[in-house]
């Protein structure tokens, strides 16, 4: 999604409004929160390196937690202005303090592993390994997930970076292989730092090292090189200044792309004509940072923004999923995500049970999270949710009837034209009458990319007509109730409304041309029949036929049944003849005559209208096509498997792509698959 945003544009593709509204609220706040974070730990350190050269003797407590906020603050000023300078003055400051970090972190990663190496004594400080138990290990991991947030910052420079959809994943893939290397260096040179038995040090080492709490880290490392304190120093000055740079950049895009879009007052997207900054977004960012760092406590504020992440991330890797099932034949991809989608399932589980460890170490970081969402979402409720400007990814509906109480079986007719209309109004007919119907008719208005979504009345006359068209013959018999509806995909329109309105049965037309290689039907047919929840009937020149003699191959799958069903609501009841080509020598057949009866007996077809063709071959798509001559009409099955769900047509796909006469493609919902497609 390349475009400034990070997670608030995932979530609004995958989840429209007010689930978008909440990622980007959420994310405002962790960067922030996080650039305090960085800015009370360089404070920290500082402020403790200046004691140790004896600078800060002639103030009282050097070390009160008021001078560490004011140098928080006034660092944290100092960077504001800086991303104040421009994109890519941010960028030059921010890339200079990650190498020196970088650099310095490496240095002492490696000669924490020479030590180690020369003086093996020093890796019985990993003796027992987890003193705690790994619950205390993911309370840390929890505390810790605020260090991670950086790779996610990378997402938000969409707007900024050349070639977006290469470079930004590179950047967060090698990133997060070089951090998270160093990051294990540095923690093992921490722990083998110390040596039982030195001076001042009593007890095991990491409890000596725990001792110190948040300057834990310093003073080991401190005994590690003889000139520790000032490396570390700089070490620690070029992260956290780095990664506050990097937070303020990113928490100013969040809102920002918040105010773009009209979701918070526009003033937040207002950009300074000198520096093209998004001046009004950096000081309400700079107000949060300031605030922060100034009122919380040190602990707090890094639990704080860790268990934001965690949400937030939790929340991404929802939406990787849902988009990447639901609109994967709509977006270009720079990178795709191996394993999919055990990945994001995987950091879905791990996420929920850091957060859930995280109360162990702040109580206040989870009443603060909660408090900052609850404000959100009335944020959301009361102002952003009639001003939020549509997305060119959103489903809009135009004009809506609303369907009265009532447990009719629900039919959908997506209509494109009066002609389309036409030649679904009479199966629909057939398809409905035999039991108390209620049918919606739904026009997706095809409005081009470059024609604004303000423009999209323009482009409804169509659809109106065709409505009209199907209402003057389909509302005498049923209820009727229409919706226009405009997506830039068409597929996914019809299944949001499938899903939305409960659809029991949808029924579509199809011309019987491919429009790309890529789909094995159709661009628009193949989605849906994969996506929806509801049994699906798709109709092929069926248009003011009357059907005699129709052709049903059955496989021994659910579809076999509603095949079956529909077939004999299209036959003609007077010398109406059904034949059931059965295919024996398919695994795990049953008898061919039994098969059908109880097949009849299950939908209500009357004796005698359906007759066993049985066939000894296994070639599916030839014998179907040979013994299509002598028939009025083919209904066949469209079964998923694996091969079919990667890209290698089934036989009901050979057959419908080459078949000359009237034809009718059916699949049935499947249970608890088609639970899962229409909830989740």
């Given at each position: 999604?390349?475009?400034?945003?990070?997670?608030?544009?995932?979530?609004?593709?995958?989840?429209?409004?007010?689930?978008?509204?909440?990622?980007?609220?959420?994310?405002?706040?962790?960067?922030?929160?996080?650039?305090?974070?960085?800015?009370?730990?360089?404070?920290?350190?500082?402020?403790?390196?200046?004691?140790?050269?004896?600078?800060?003797?002639?103030?009282?407590?050097?070390?009160?937690?008021?001078?560490?906020?004011?140098?928080?603050?006034?660092?944290?000023?100092?960077?504001?202005?800086?991303?104040?300078?421009?994109?890519?003055?941010?960028?030059?400051?921010?890339?200079?303090?990650?190498?020196?970090?970088?650099?310095?972190?490496?240095?002492?990663?490696?000669?924490?592993?020479?030590?180690?190496?020369?003086?093996?004594?020093?890796?019985?400080?990993?003796?027992?390994?987890?003193?705690?138990?790994?619950?205390?290990?993911?309370?840390?991991?929890?505390?810790?997930?605020?260090?991670?947030?950086?790779?996610?910052?990378?997402?938000?420079?969409?707007?900024?970076?050349?070639?977006?959809?290469?470079?930004?994943?590179?950047?967060?893939?090698?990133?997060?292989?070089?951090?998270?290397?160093?990051?294990?260096?540095?923690?093992?040179?921490?722990?083998?730092?110390?040596?039982?038995?030195?001076?001042?040090?009593?007890?095991?080492?990491?409890?000596?090292?725990?001792?110190?709490?948040?300057?834990?880290?310093?003073?080991?490392?401190?005994?590690?090189?003889?000139?520790?304190?000032?490396?570390?120093?700089?070490?620690?000055?070029?992260?956290?200044?780095?990664?506050?740079?990097?937070?303020?950049?990113?928490?100013?895009?969040?809102?920002?792309?918040?105010?773009?879009?009209?979701?918070?007052?526009?003033?937040?997207?207002?950009?300074?004509?000198?520096?093209?900054?998004?001046?009004?977004?950096?000081?309400?960012?700079?107000?949060?940072?300031?605030?922060?760092?100034?009122?919380?406590?040190?602990?707090?504020?890094?639990?704080?923004?860790?268990?934001?992440?965690?949400?937030?991330?939790?929340?991404?890797?929802?939406?990787?999923?849902?988009?990447?099932?639901?609109?994967?034949?709509?977006?270009?991809?720079?990178?795709?995500?191996?394993?999919?989608?055990?990945?994001?399932?995987?950091?879905?589980?791990?996420?929920?049970?850091?957060?859930?460890?995280?109360?162990?170490?702040?109580?206040?970081?989870?009443?603060?999270?909660?408090?900052?969402?609850?404000?959100?979402?009335?944020?959301?409720?009361?102002?952003?949710?009639?001003?939020?400007?549509?997305?060119?990814?959103?489903?809009?509906?135009?004009?809506?009837?609303?369907?009265?109480?009532?447990?009719?079986?629900?039919?959908?007719?997506?209509?494109?034209?009066?002609?389309?209309?036409?030649?679904?109004?009479?199966?629909?007919?057939?398809?409905?009458?035999?039991?108390?119907?209620?049918?919606?008719?739904?026009?997706?208005?095809?409005?081009?990319?470059?024609?604004?979504?303000?423009?999209?009345?323009?482009?409804?006359?169509?659809?109106?007509?065709?409505?009209?068209?199907?209402?003057?013959?389909?509302?005498?018999?049923?209820?009727?109730?229409?919706?226009?509806?405009?997506?830039?995909?068409?597929?996914?329109?019809?299944?949001?409304?499938?899903?939305?309105?409960?659809?029991?049965?949808?029924?579509?037309?199809?011309?019987?041309?491919?429009?790309?290689?890529?789909?094995?039907?159709?661009?628009?047919?193949?989605?849906?029949?994969?996506?929806?929840?509801?049994?699906?009937?798709?109709?092929?020149?069926?248009s003011n036929r009357r059907f005699r003699r129709i052709l049903v191959p059955l496989f021994g799958d659910a579809n076999d049944t509603l095949a079956?069903?529909?077939?004999?609501?299209?036959?003609?009841?007077?010398?109406?003849?059904?034949?059931?080509?059965?295919?024996?020598?398919?695994?795990?057949?049953?008898?061919?005559?039994?098969?059908?009866?109880?097949?009849?007996?299950?939908?209500?077809?009357?004796?005698?209208?359906?007759?066993?063709?049985?066939?000894?071959?296994?070639?599916?798509?030839?014998?179907?096509?040979?013994?299509?001559?002598?028939?009025?009409?083919?209904?066949?099955?469209?079964?998923e498997r694996f091969l079919h769900q990667i890209g290698v047509p089934s036989a009901a796909d050979t057959i419908a792509c080459r078949l000359d006469?009237?034809?009718?493609?059916?699949?049935?919902?499947?249970?608890?698959?088609?639970?899962?497609?229409?909830?989740?």
């Open positions: 999604m390349p475009r400034a945003g990070g997670a608030y544009n995932f979530a609004r593709i995958g989840f429209g409004r007010g689930t978008s509204f909440l990622a980007g609220w959420m994310e405002w706040f962790a960067s922030s929160v996080a650039g305090s974070t960085y800015a009370i730990t360089f404070s920290i350190y500082t402020l403790r390196y200046l004691k140790q050269l004896g600078l800060l003797g002639w103030l009282p407590d050097p070390f009160s937690g008021v001078l560490i906020k004011v140098v928080a603050v006034a660092v944290a000023m100092g960077f504001v202005y800086i991303n104040y300078r421009g994109a890519s003055e941010t960028g030059r400051i921010g890339a200079i303090m990650t190498l020196g970090q970088t650099i310095f972190l490496i240095f002492i990663g490696l000669v924490g592993i020479i030590v180690g190496m020369r003086d093996p004594v020093r890796l019985q400080n990993f003796q027992p390994f987890l003193p705690y138990g790994w619950s205390r290990l993911l309370i840390t991991m929890g505390f810790t997930y605020v260090a991670f947030e950086g790779f996610e910052v990378i997402a938000q420079a969409g707007d900024e970076a050349l070639e977006p959809r290469k470079n930004l994943p590179k950047a967060m893939i090698y990133s997060v292989y070089i951090a998270g290397m160093t990051y294990v260096a540095v923690a093992f040179a921490t722990v083998i730092a110390v040596k039982a038995g030195d001076p001042g040090v009593s007890g095991a080492p990491w409890e000596w090292i725990g001792s110190f709490r948040e300057q834990g880290f310093g003073e080991a490392i401190a005994r590690l090189i003889p000139w520790g304190n000032f490396l570390l120093t700089l070490a620690v000055i070029f992260a956290s200044t780095s990664a506050l740079n990097a937070t303020i950049y990113s928490a100013t895009r969040a809102s920002y792309a918040l105010g773009r879009d009209r979701m918070l007052p526009p003033a937040l997207a207002r950009i300074s004509r000198k520096r093209k900054t998004p001046w009004v977004a950096l000081v309400c960012t700079a107000v949060i940072i300031i605030m922060v760092a100034a009122f919380l406590p040190t602990m707090d504020v890094a639990s704080s923004a860790s268990i934001m992440f965690l949400f937030l991330f939790f929340l991404v890797n929802i939406c990787v999923i849902k988009i990447r099932l639901n609109m994967g034949d709509e977006l270009s991809y720079g990178f795709l995500m191996p394993l999919f989608p055990v990945l994001p399932i995987t950091a879905i589980i791990c996420q929920a049970v850091l957060a859930a460890w995280l109360g162990h170490m702040s109580r206040i970081a989870w009443i603060i999270a909660p408090l900052w969402i609850a404000a959100g979402g009335a944020i959301y409720l009361l102002y952003s949710r009639q001003r939020a400007i549509p997305s060119a990814d959103e489903i809009l509906v135009l004009e809506e009837e609303r369907a009265p109480a009532g447990s009719e079986y629900r039919v959908m007719v997506p209509v494109a034209n009066p002609d389309n209309a036409l030649s679904l109004v009479g199966n629909t007919i057939r398809l409905c009458g035999a039991r108390k119907s209620r049918i919606k008719l739904l026009h997706m208005v095809p409005v081009p990319d470059q024609v604004p979504l303000t423009d999209a009345h323009h482009y409804m006359t169509d659809g109106k007509e065709g409505i009209v068209e199907a209402m003057l013959y389909l509302k005498p018999r049923f209820p009727i109730t229409t919706t226009l509806r405009y997506c830039r995909n068409i597929a996914r329109g019809i299944i949001s409304a499938v899903r939305e309105k409960k659809i029991n049965l949808l029924i579509m037309g199809w011309h019987g041309r491919k429009c790309d290689q890529r789909f094995k039907i159709g661009s628009t047919i193949d989605p849906v029949i994969a996506r929806s929840p509801c049994d699906i009937v798709i109709l092929k020149g069926c079956l069903q529909t077939a004999g609501l299209l036959a003609e009841r007077e010398d109406a003849e059904i034949s059931a080509l059965f295919f024996s020598k398919l695994p795990g057949r049953q008898s061919g005559d039994r098969y059908i009866r109880e097949l009849s007996d299950r939908i209500g077809l009357e004796p005698g209208l359906v007759r066993l063709r049985s066939t000894a071959s296994t070639n599916i798509e030839r014998t179907v096509l040979q013994g299509a001559e002598d028939f009025d009409l083919v209904v066949i099955g469209l079964k006469k009237p034809l009718v493609i059916v699949k049935a919902a499947m249970g608890l698959r088609s639970w899962t497609k229409r909830w989740i």
